[in-house]
């Protein structure tokens, strides 16, 4: 494994992850690094391969410093003997940080202009249903949160909107807590007070989305770096309205980053639409591949066809 490096802007993605600058201390330390991050690839199939090692040795040493452990030999006889930490491990290393409506004026771009118009453009078909991917889904705020939105959406017109959206991540655990669907009063402080009151139901100090938002979206693990087929296994061949992929990319070096975005753009309908996080910026090659919307930091289009099929192979 090679350190973690940030890319030249002019080479595609713009991104600042955390971590920057490690160098030779990072270099020092990688054979006992990758030797943790190889357990946790065997225990979890969690590949860090082509993440900056730069921030993968942060958060290793966070935990290192969190369990007590006196260094990268104590760690993975703890990592060994105690599958809680392998899931705390991998925890860090995935960072979850969400919240619903994470970026409010990004979630009021998508109720008010994208999702509207996908759903007048969808053709007149049996299969017009809307698909929508919330790729790196952290604990679930995120799919949920455009299922939020599809209802008032569906309020609004005053007819149902058919949709199906599938939420991947890395992190079993993570998938759990999502289907769970239970979060704190904190992740819903971007939540407006009438979506609040009708899309969750108070448990004790706690909110649960209600059943008929949560019942429309689907948990599945699926690993963006991995090998495999591009989109989820359980969307059955991709073809995307709608992608979200916010806040992921920043933490992958550039060769994987670019393998990533193809498999995220080939997911993608004629016409869909790709959310990034606001650190990424798409320029250089890649810019042609996909048109930013105006009005909107980090989302992109891909260019219309006749018809919902793509062409080629996924990457």
């Known amino acids: ?20 600058g490690a160098g030779a201390e990072v270099e020092s330390r990688s054979p006992g690094l990758t030797e943790v991050l190889d357990l946790v690839r065997r225990a979890r199939r969690f590949d860090s391969s082509g993440y900056c090692l730069s ?15 006196g260094g990268y030999g104590d760690y993975l006889n703890l990592l060994e003997s105690s599958p809680r930490e392998v899931d705390a491990l991998v925890e860090a290393l995935t960072i979850k940080v969400s919240s619903f409506f994470r970026d409010p004026l990004v979630f009021e771009f998508l109720g008010e202009v994208v999702l509207p118009s996908l759903l007048v453009e969808r053709p007149e078909a049996a299969d017009s249903g809307l698909r929508i991917w919330s790729a790196g889904c952290c604990n679930g705020e995120e799919p949920y949160s455009v299922a939020i939105l599809l209802r008032d959406l569906a309020r609004r017109v005053r007819e149902p909107v058919d949709a199906r959206i599938f939420a991947t991540d890395v992190d079993e655990n993570a998938l759990a807590r999502g289907r769970e669907a239970l979060y ?8 407006r007070l009438g979506l609040l009151e009708s899309s969750f ?20 693990l699926h690993d963006l770096a991995g090998p495999g087929t591009a989109a989820p296994s359980e969307s059955v061949f991709g073809s995307f309205d709608l992608v979200l992929c916010r806040n992921v990319l920043i933490y992958f070096e550039a060769e994987l980053q670019q393998r990533v975005f193809e498999r995220l753009c080939w997911s993608l309908a004629p016409g869909g639409f790709l959310l990034l996080g606001p650190a990424e910026r798409l320029s250089g090659p890649w810019a042609g591949r996909l048109r930013p919307v105006d009005g909107c930091v980090g989302l992109y289009r891909k260019p219309a066809r006749n018809g919902r ?6 990457p």
């Open 55 to 69: 921030v993968l040795a942060c958060r290793v040493d966070d935990r290192i410093a969190a369990a007590g452990a």
């Open 309 to 314: 099929s793509f062409e080629g192979s996924p």
């Open 184 to 191: 704190s009063r904190e992740s819903l402080a971007n939540v």
């Open 201 to 220: 139901a108070p448990e004790g100090e706690l909110y649960r989305v209600i059943p008929e938002i949560a019942g429309t979206v689907r948990f599945s």
């Open 1 to 20: 494994m090679t350190r973690g490096t940030i890319p030249d802007p002019d080479d595609g993605l713009r991104s600042a992850p955390e971590g920057r």
